[in-house]
């Protein structure tokens, strides 16, 4: 197993609601808040809130998180760079998902729009 394979492996083992507050942190320290993180969450994965609480209490992990989204139609919209690499280029789709879901959460804590952020055309 190579170090991308354990990476992936990693990740996919994480839990979301172990990370969820994270990313509550770094949008909340911009002036943004847990609302507008849930709608970004729920526009990239379908959930409701009731879905994605339930994600949380009962420790999903990040690879069923996304086996159970249905992600929006538009996601082909995020492009640019996370980590120094370009999420568009990402090859195995569950780290590409993450990926998605860290962008959108980066964008929405440099203060960019809703509008732009939910990629609504």
């Given at each position: 197993m190579n170090t991308d394979e354990k990476q992936i492996e990693r990740v996919a083992k994480m839990t979301f609601g172990s990370v969820?507050?994270?990313?509550?942190?770094?949008?909340?320290?911009?002036?943004?808040?847990?609302?507008?993180?849930?709608?970004?969450?729920?526009?990239?994965?379908?959930?409701?809130?009731k879905q994605l609480d339930a994600l949380i209490q009962e420790k999903a992990t990040f690879q069923t998180f996304f086996q159970?989204?249905?992600?929006?139609?538009?996601?082909?919209?995020?492009?640019?760079?996370?980590?120094?690499?370009?999420?568009?280029?990402?090859?195995?789709?569950?780290?590409?998902?993450?990926?998605?879901?860290?962008?959108?959460?980066?964008e929405l804590a440099k203060g960019r729009k809703m509008e732009k952020i939910l990629r609504t055309v």
């Open positions: 969820y507050p994270s990313y509550l942190a770094k949008v909340e320290k911009k002036g943004r808040t847990k609302e507008e993180l849930d709608q970004v969450i729920q526009w990239l994965t379908g959930f409701d809130e159970q989204a249905t992600l929006h139609p538009n996601v082909h919209l995020i492009t640019g760079t996370i980590c120094g690499v370009r999420v568009e280029e990402i090859e195995n789709p569950l780290m590409q998902q993450v990926r998605y879901l860290d962008k959108l959460v980066d």
